[in-house]
């Protein structure tokens, strides 16, 4: 099976975030970015089968993660691990972050509707 990348995205720090179809969210820092060879690093808590649908970062440098029929995961900065925000529990398409206050605009819809169900939800105070 060959695997696609479906989203791409660098923090704060450049380090990059790739998102794929079928095999999870890899990481790839940025002294790997400077060697002949990168090698990626598979995200432990991101390994999935099922794609990641989006990736975006908040100016607190923490990293979201929109999954196909999961929801919405964070790495909070520097913590190096992903972990759930339960509010979310199906498909999330597009994450949105915005500049002025930081709140995260996230467009969900459960896999067996169209993308009908878009709403706020403040994750960072």
């Not at 808590?45 to 964070?74: M, P």
């Amino acid at each position: 099976m060959n695997t696609q990348v479906r989203s791409i995205t660098a923090d704060n720090n450049n380090n990059v975030y790739i998102g794929t179809d079928n095999k999870g969210a890899f990481f790839l820092s940025t002294i790997e970015l400077t060697k002949e060879k990168p090698r990626a690093k598979q995200i432990n808590e991101l390994k999935t089968n099922t794609g990641i649908n989006a990736i975006a970062v908040d100016s607190n440098n923490n990293i979201y993660f929109g999954i196909h029929r999961i929801g919405l995961y964070i790495i909070e900065n520097n913590t190096k691990i992903a972990r759930k925000i339960n509010e979310i529990n199906s498909s999330v398409f597009i994450i949105k972050i915005s500049n002025q206050n930081n709140k995260v605009y996230v467009s969900e819809a459960d896999y067996k509707s169209t993308m009908d169900v878009e709403y706020l939800i403040n994750i960072i105070n």
